[in-house]
């Protein structure tokens, strides 16, 4: 596989995999809000039971700020990628492509 193939089917992937965060976060927080709507009972029992609810708190805490942390890696490598291959990989092949069409060599892609 040559590199220009690489990098378009990396494009496209970043084209994919940046909506898919994006609707991930649109519908899989309010799921997990709900969810979490769902449990208070099990939290009320718990806590009759003497299960310390600052510590459910702190719990829930965690696991939000990983899932967001996670999420915010993943959206901020695929703008990261984008970018460079916007900004840097796209000039460059652009360059080439010009300077092999000027020459007259003509190249299959």
Not at 64 to 78: D, E, H, I, R, S
Request: charged letters at 5%; a positive charge; glycine letters at 10%.
């Amino acid at each position: 596989m040559s590199l220009i193939k690489f990098l378009f089917f990396a494009l496209l992937a970043m084209f994919v995999l940046l909506p898919a965060a994006g609707i991930l976060a649109l519908i899989g927080l309010p799921i997990v809000a709900v969810l979490g709507v769902v449990a208070l009972p099990v939290l009320g029992v718990l806590f009759l039971i003497g299960f310390p609810i600052f510590v459910v708190v702190v719990l829930v805490c965690v696991v939000l700020g990983v899932v967001f942390g996670l999420l915010g890696a993943l959206v901020g490598l695929g703008l990261a990628a984008l970018k460079l291959a916007l900004f840097i990989a796209l000039p460059v092949f652009l360059v080439v492509w010009l300077v092999d069409r000027m020459r007259g060599q003509r190249q299959r892609v």
